[in-house]
């Protein structure tokens, strides 16, 4: 139980926390984001937990499914992730047959990544059901109203949500 020294003591270490009300901050947004998020990924997450993977090895295999022969360094770029991060996951999506991994024909130094037939079903299998959400939620809205929810969630990644990474001389 702390002393009225210890709160006197950190009180003098903590800065002063400012009042945060409403109007300065965008709670229901903010949890409307986390909602909406955890909804989104909760199917994935169940078929993942299926076969031992977690949300990393979606990222990876949804990538590389969605642009085939990108090199380590593009994804890397696309997942603003060390090298040492995606190392591991890479290795078990490889060894598991998931993913495949070949030299550039330009640059020996390139690592081309590939989805196999299995990568291929099952980035399949986690994106249907997250496009059934989106499909169901956009069913609500107009047309215009749609085209604004994509312009709004590519101004939340910073204008950039589809980076197009150059092509890497190494890896």
């Given at each position: ?43 994935p997450d169940e078929i993942l ?123």
């Amino acid at each position: 139980m702390p002393t009225q020294s210890m709160a006197r003591a950190a009180k003098k270490l903590l800065p002063e926390m400012p009042v945060i009300d409403d109007k300065t901050i965008d709670f229901e947004t903010i949890e409307l984001f986390f909602f909406a998020y955890r909804d989104f990924i909760s199917d994935p997450d169940e078929i993942l937990a299926k076969i031992g993977y977690g949300r990393a090895h979606h990222r990876v295999v949804y990538f590389v499914s969605r642009r085939p022969g990108m090199t380590v360094a593009d994804l890397l770029t696309i997942l603003r992730i060390t090298k040492q991060s995606l190392a591991r996951v890479l290795k078990e999506l490889i060894d598991s047959g998931y993913i495949r991994q070949m030299t550039g024909p330009a640059d020996r130094r390139q690592r081309r990544l590939y989805p196999t037939l299995a990568g291929r079903e099952l980035a399949l299998a986690l994106s249907e059901p997250q496009s059934q959400r989106i499909a169901q939620a956009f069913e609500t809205l107009k047309p215009e109203m749609r085209e604004g929810v994509k312009l709004f969630l590519q101004a939340m990644a910073g204008g950039s949500a589809r980076p197009d990474p150059s092509d890497s001389e190494t890896d």
